[in-house]
């Protein structure tokens, strides 16, 4: 079981107030990511649930128990850390199996499941190293090993892939989807990246400034998002916002639309501009194109193999259903 | 051709650091030497290197007129008795400037370090009034409580960046997996501090073992360790320099060997910390 619910949850760092009062529902086996730039409050929020700062007002029950006050040992979570903050004197079997010596589990118990988690995370062959041995990806997996032996209420991940090289985390990502399908744990996960945001959560959580701005599914989000920062952060490239004679056409302030849902043409459409940056990627191509008396250039999203470059004359054209609109103050129309 | 130049540099590097090496152990060889000889060929001009009558009888003089075993028995009390107070003291004050550190705790490790600033005479005459009223001159008790308050700046501030070494994140972790403040100090803190603390311990035994002002000034016949055992060889009234190289030979034998054993522990104390 895992249910974690804040309830004006409120932070404050000296005279600083890093969270503002915030509630939260976190459902049994969802898998939960905060996301947000850095400096939003993610990691503080991680470590009010796992109890490592103390909240200066609110309440955070798990599983319907009180435990604003409960120490995080007593908590029932387990946490993977960003520098992973594995027991460099202890070796990878000790280290996994740490928890549960602290929760005064059998000898016999401890080796069972200490196996189990190594054979899930294949480190059966590293078990007798030091984690100074390991490779970070191995590390990490360690990491993990040592969160799941106890079988916690919940996990809560801390911007575990940031150390990781790109590929690296691609397939780490996937391993803790994986794990997270099989074990069906309450899964609370921080990130600064969108894409593991997307690609992983259940439900995403965006913060900005210690205010979450929307909660939701990714494709919620995606389809939907509340206010100007929610669209523009989710996406990858990002949404072109347009304010001005275009926006009022449409009756808003601004007007969003993502690089995907513009199609681009070499001979006719709404707007004409031309190519500045064209990136070819082989599976997309994205051009950063030029519209004349317009500040800022347009993001399109065009097939693969389109043939066009720096210099050309392009033609836009936007799908009508899928603009934004926004109000002058952010916020979402219609 | 970088590896060659890089070759060159090592051996240029190598010859550099032995030659810098032997200046700084030459008197300490010579003292050796010098104990081997007779004192008239102690004061011969041109000195001679190695080709004396190697002799003997320095120490046998030194050991017949001075009790050897007693001030070597008084340097082991007073050095590892302040060293083992010393630690017991530090150790949790280095903790919890490590990991509570609150707004004043530099302040109060700048202001403990200020405590060196002082020249040590300065305080001679009061310490030495303190010492009568509480009987203390010439006992071992006396020079183990001076002996720690001197070294302990430096212990707590070499614990101290030890400890801060130590990941904040990896004491977190043990906290998520279960453990109290208890098992934390005991399994996670301790293992990883335990380098530091021999480091610690060993240069402040060297650092009270070679203290020579407090220990002569503070002490006569009863609780006198080597470094007054060697001063009582160098008097005024005539030139013993052949006894007095015995002397200083075998008061800083134990330490040489117990340096020698324990170089790698040293050579990181004194560089890590970058105290001392």
């Given at each position: 079981m895992g249910r974690i619910v804040l309830d004006r949850v409120k932070k404050n760092f000296e005279q600083v107030t890093v969270i503002p009062p915030l509630d939260l529902e976190i459902n049994d086996g969802e898998f939960v990511v905060f996301v947000g730039p850095s400096g939003c409050g993610k990691s503080t929020l991680l470590r009010l649930i796992a109890g490592l700062e103390d909240v200066t007002q609110g309440t955070i029950s798990i599983d319907g128990n009180d435990a604003t006050d409960v120490p995080p040992a007593k908590r029932g979570l387990a946490m993977v850390f960003q520098s992973y903050a594995?027991?460099?004197?202890?070796s990878v079997r000790k280290n996994i199996a740490f928890p549960l010596r602290m929760a005064k589990l059998d000898k016999a118990e401890q080796d069972k499941r200490v196996e189990q988690a190594a054979d899930v995370l294949n480190l059966t062959d590293y078990?007798?190293?030091?984690?100074?041995?390991?490779s970070g990806g191995q590390r990490q997996r360690v990491a993990i090993g040592r969160a799941i032996v106890r079988e916690p209420a919940a996990f809560l991940f801390d911007e575990p892939l940031s150390n990781l090289d790109a590929a690296l985390r691609v397939g780490m990502r996937l391993e803790i989807s994986e794990l997270h399908k099989r074990l069906e744990t309450t899964m609370i996960y921080v990130t600064h990246d969108q894409v593991e945001a997307m690609t992983m959560a259940d439900k995403i959580v965006v913060l900005h400034a210690g205010v979450i701005e929307q909660v939701g599914s990714p494709l919620e989000l995606y389809r939907s998002p509340r206010n100007k920062f929610v669209a523009g952060f989710i996406g990858s490239p990002k949404m072109n916002f347009l304010a001005g004679e275009e926006a009022g056409k449409l009756n808003a302030d601004t007007v969003g639309i993502r690089p995907e849902h513009i199609r681009a043409s070499a001979s006719e459409g709404d707007w004409v501009g031309r190519v500045g940056v064209s990136e070819h990627l082989g599976s997309d191509t994205f051009f950063h194109v030029h519209v004349e008396d317009w500040p800022q250039p347009v993001t399109v999203r065009a097939g693969g193999e389109v043939e066009m470059y720096h210099g050309d004359t392009i033609y836009l054209t936007p799908d009508p259903e899928r603009i934004h609109r926004f109000d002058a103050q952010g916020l979402r129309l219609g | 051709m970088a590896r060659a130049v890089s070759t060159q540099q090592k051996t240029i590097n190598t010859v550099l650091a032995w030659a810098i090496g032997l200046l700084i152990f030459f008197p300490i060889l010579w003292t050796i030497l010098t104990s081997f000889k007779t004192e008239a060929q102690a004061i011969n001009d041109p000195p001679l290197f190695l080709f004396f009558d190697w002799t003997l009888e320095n120490y046998a003089i030194v050991q017949e007129r001075s009790d050897y075993m007693r001030f070597l028995w008084n340097s082991v009390i007073i050095a590892g008795g302040s060293t083992i107070v010393g630690i017991i003291i530090a150790v949790p004050a280095a903790w919890s400037m490590a990991f509570v550190p609150s707004k004043r705790t530099k302040d109060i490790l700048l202001w403990m370090l200020s405590t060196k600033m002082l020249p040590a005479v300065g305080v001679l005459y009061p310490i030495n009034l303190i010492f009568i009223q509480l009987g203390l001159l010439d006992t071992r008790t006396g020079l183990v409580i001076i002996m720690m308050l001197i070294n302990l700046p430096i212990i707590v501030w070499m614990l101290y960046t030890y400890f801060r070494e130590i990941p904040g994140e990896i004491l977190e972790a043990a906290r998520m997996d279960g453990a109290g403040l208890r098992d934390e100090i005991l399994y996670v803190l301790t293992p990883m501090a335990i380098p530091g603390i021999a480091s610690t311990i060993l240069l402040n035994f060297i650092l009270a073992w070679n203290e020579a002002f407090w220990t002569l000034n503070l002490?006569?016949?009863?609780?006198?360790?080597l470094t007054a055992f060697i001063a009582s060889?160098?008097?005024?009234?005539?030139?013993f320099f052949a006894k007095l190289s015995a002397a200083s030979t075998m008061a800083i034998a134990p330490i040489l060997i117990l340096g020698w054993f324990s170089q790698k522990q040293l050579v990181r104390g004194l560089t890590f910390g970058a105290v001392k």
């Open positions: 594995l027991y460099p004197h202890m078990l007798d190293r030091r984690p100074g041995q390991l | 002490t006569a016949a009863k609780a006198g360790p060889y160098s008097s005024p009234e005539g030139l």
